[in-house]
């Protein structure tokens, strides 16, 4: 799960997603925010997996991490 730092400023609506630096979005209504960080946030996680599988090169291991 993640959080959702929002809030109206003027006629906007801006938030960001707390856990994940570079998670933010504009929209005009809160309803559109929020599918628009849920959309951002899938694209983050998933340009951050191939990133890391990238890096990590042909031998790893993948491990699941609960908080």
């Not at 003027?10 to 504009?26: A, M, S, Y």
């Not at 929209?27 to 899938?42: D, K």
């Not at 990238?54 to 699941?64: I, Q």
């Amino acid at each position: 799960m993640y959080t959702a730092v929002i809030k109206q400023s003027g006629d906007w609506w801006l938030g960001w997603i707390e856990e994940i630096p570079g998670v933010n979005c504009q929209e005009s209504t809160r309803e559109e925010l929020l599918e628009s960080l849920r959309i951002t946030l899938l694209e983050a996680l998933e340009f951050n997996r191939q990133d890391a599988i990238e890096a990590a090169g042909s031998d790893y291991v993948e491990e699941a991490i609960a908080l």
